[in-house]
């Protein structure tokens, strides 16, 4: 390793105790509310993932829609780890349902589609109190879903893939969402 011992020790693991008291700081810079919709993602795997994320971000609620496959599945908990147990969830029906409690909630609804109206992610109206949505592994947020949102917007890609799993586009639209807030 090299560095001074001062720039050594800096770069050091954190124990939980440390990590702990890192993410109480996050917390106490953290004002809005943030909730997350997903639309008939049926992989267990995504699903826990798209959990423990969502954890990690401090999503208040979690609103399913469609065949969207419940947290509580094996696997799914599996992946999230125990999670799952942090993030209230529950199973609304259609998105024109969940879209109403989410609005009722007192969110605004911002789809993560690739749309002809779509804005680049950096560009959503991801200010103050937001529910993201999501939709299923292979055809995305739903004709429906994306009647109901009061915006949509899309991950920039560079690369030769047109398009994400859906737990990483899930990962990342959440960090965007909080890293617009932490940056202001």
């Known amino acids: ?14 124990r939980p105790t440390d990590v702990k008291r890192l993410n109480r700081d996050w917390r106490r810079r953290t004002e809005a509310r943030l909730g997350l919709l997903v ?34 599945h094996r696997n799914a908990a599996k992946t999230a780890l125990g999670t799952e147990r942090l993030v209230p969830w529950e199973h609304a029906g259609t998105p024109a349902k969940a879209a109403a409690a989410i609005r009722a909630e007192g969110l605004r609804l911002v789809a993560v ?46 690369g030769r893939v047109g398009s994400l799993n859906v737990a990483i586009a899930t990962a990342i639209a959440l960090a965007e969402a ?3 807030e932490w940056a202001t």
Request: hydrophobic share 40%; charged share 20%; net charge negative.
């Open 1 to 14: 390793m090299t560095g001074t011992p001062k720039e050594q020790q800096a770069r050091r693991q954190l």
């Open 39 to 72: 639309e008939s993602v049926t992989q267990p795997f995504n699903m826990g993932t798209i959990i423990r994320t969502a954890a990690v971000f401090g999503v208040e609620r979690l609103w399913l829609a469609g065949n969207a496959i419940d947290p509580t």
């Open 113 to 158: 589609e690739l749309t002809g109206d779509a804005v680049p992610l950096h560009q959503a109206p991801l200010d103050g109190d937001v529910c993201l949505a999501v939709g299923g592994e292979d055809h995305g947020c739903s004709p429906a879903l994306l009647a109901e949102a009061d915006a949509v917007a899309y991950i920039p890609q560079i």
């Open 178 to 180: 909080r890293r617009r």
